[in-house]
């Protein structure tokens, strides 16, 4: 066996900014400890996100050039609905700017109706809508409608060194309690997240897949998929569940979507577009009231607030994701680093899921309670010791106040370090892991933080801190 090498090399490339560790400190106070507050620019090594951050091959810039900015029936909209159409089967599909775009034409549809004068009166406060983990954007689209967002993920997923294939996996039994308890006319949608983002990139299985699809089918209740990293999780389900060795990646998306009544999916992630993503679906009144929400907020159906070249890029890149070469390079160099932290006493989430290392840091910095945020704690400290940006995934993201005002903490307080596409080399990696190692030695110096400044929804990205 030889080594995992990068199936690409290297035609154009970006210079990164060194600052010293007391630069870092001044950044670090006028971003108010909060990642998404810093200038890219004073940024050595980004893992903040994958997002929209993915190295374009040079056939995407070509069909940047080559797109076409018609306003209406564009020809990179017709290729771009060929290649989503082959890989995930719906007769309609939509594009929008983003994921999130998609999530709130999705959800506003699910959880409103049209009265006789064809307003939209919201009925969202009864409802409720499963999922293995709702991602942040997803739980604030669905509580923004005032339904209830619910993480219904096996148990195995919420514990960080248990091991399981499929730690992503829904709970299906507690999915069926959940559409008994609720009434199934109450659950517009049940949704899957592959991988499972928000619980440590984790894969979900295709028989789970398939059975979560039987349970919807008994019970009338549409299944959508957020797809963001479908190519991760195929490739996860042709490594590890039998029966799929020897398919294609193609054919196993193929499958995992035929359960499936529809998608969200945000195109910055698998389909290494800088921005894009769509909602697809079967059901042909959904798709007509999507269609008409699409048109007041977003634009055309055949661009959705998109540059025809965007289309463009992420039909290319979809074709290109599905690349085994790829993927296997993909998850080896995300286990890569996970394997280099696990050999040096960090605590990850295990096994090392597709697109990022989840650190614990309730466990690596046990001595900050959760209540002053040890993986906001932790993020903050990797910035100012290496330069590093990541993010918290845990009571600042998925925290919430019950009605006196305590903290109700997250199921786990994680700091994610993403691996942009085709970005970084194997020496930028050592030299993360190098810095954990560093700051591993002098962790219990590490103070946690509060919260001084917060909005009501998807609070990670805008509230300030202060140092405890
Ligand atoms: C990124 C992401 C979204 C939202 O997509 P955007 O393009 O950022 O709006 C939704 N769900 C999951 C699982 C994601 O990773």
Not at 4 to 19: G, Q, Y
Not at 283 to 306: A, H, K, P, Q, S
Not at 326 to 331: M, N, V, W
Request: charged share 25%.
């Amino acid at each position: 066996m030889h080594t995992i090498i990068e199936p690409f090399r290297i035609k154009s490339v970006e210079k990164i900014k060194f600052t010293t560790i007391e630069d870092r400190e001044k950044i670090l106070e006028k971003a108010y400890y909060n990642p998404f507050l810093i200038p890219a620019e004073d940024v050595l090594i980004d893992l903040l996100t994958d997002s929209g951050t993915s190295a374009m091959s040079a056939q995407q810039w070509a069909g940047i050039m080559d797109g076409d900015e018609s306003y209406a029936g564009s020809r990179s909209y017709f290729r771009f609905e060929e290649v989503t159409k082959k890989i995930f089967g719906y007769k309609h599909i939509i594009p929008v700017h983003q994921g999130r775009a998609a999530e709130r034409i999705l959800f506003t549809n699910f959880l409103s109706k049209t009265d006789e004068n064809g307003n939209l009166i919201m009925t969202g406060r009864s409802k409720g809508i499963p999922n293995n983990n709702h991602f942040d954007t997803t739980r604030a689209n669905i509580e923004f409608n005032d339904a209830e967002a619910v993480d219904l993920v096996i148990e195995e997923g919420k514990h960080p060194a248990t091991i399981h294939p499929f730690k992503g996996n829904i709970d299906l039994v507690k999915l069926e309690e959940y559409i008994q308890k609720k009434g199934a006319e109450n659950i517009p949608v049940i949704m899957l997240t592959i991988t499972n983002n928000a619980g440590g990139g984790q894969p979900v299985s295709m028989e789970n897949i398939r059975k979560t699809g039987e349970i919807a089918k008994k019970h009338g209740i549409p299944f959508f998929m957020d797809a963001c990293r479908f190519a991760e999780n195929a490739y996860f389900i042709k490594l590890r569940e039998k029966g799929y060795e020897n398919k294609c990646i193609l054919e196993i998306a193929q499958e995992m979507f035929s359960y499936t009544d529809g998608c969200t999916m945000s195109a910055k992630k698998d389909a290494f577009a800088n921005i894009g993503g769509f909602v697809a679906m079967n059901d042909e009144e959904l798709y007509t009231r999507c269609r008409n929400l699409l048109i007041i907020t977003e634009g055309f159906e055949t661009y959705g607030g998109l540059a025809g070249r965007d289309m463009e890029a992420i039909a290319q890149g979809l074709e290109e994701i599905l690349d085994e070469h790829y993927l296997q390079y993909r998850i080896r160099s995300t286990a890569y680093l996970g394997d280099k932290l696990t050999a040096n006493g960090i605590p990850i989430i295990l096994p090392v899921g597709g697109h990022a290392i989840y650190v614990d840091a309730k466990e690596f910095l046990s001595h900050i309670p959760v209540e002053q945020y040890p993986g906001q704690a932790l993020v903050c400290e990797l910035f100012r010791m290496g330069g590093i940006r990541s993010v918290e995934i845990g009571s600042i993201m998925f925290g919430k106040y019950d009605k006196d005002g305590k903290m109700v903490p997250a199921d786990m307080e994680l700091v994610r370090l993403a691996i942009p596409r085709r970005v970084y080399t194997q020496s930028h990696i050592d030299y993360v892991a190098e810095v954990f190692i560093e700051l591993k030695n002098n962790k219990d110096k590490i103070k946690g933080v509060k919260i001084i400044e917060e909005p009501k929804f998807l609070r990670h990205f805008t509230s300030k801190f202060s140092l405890v």
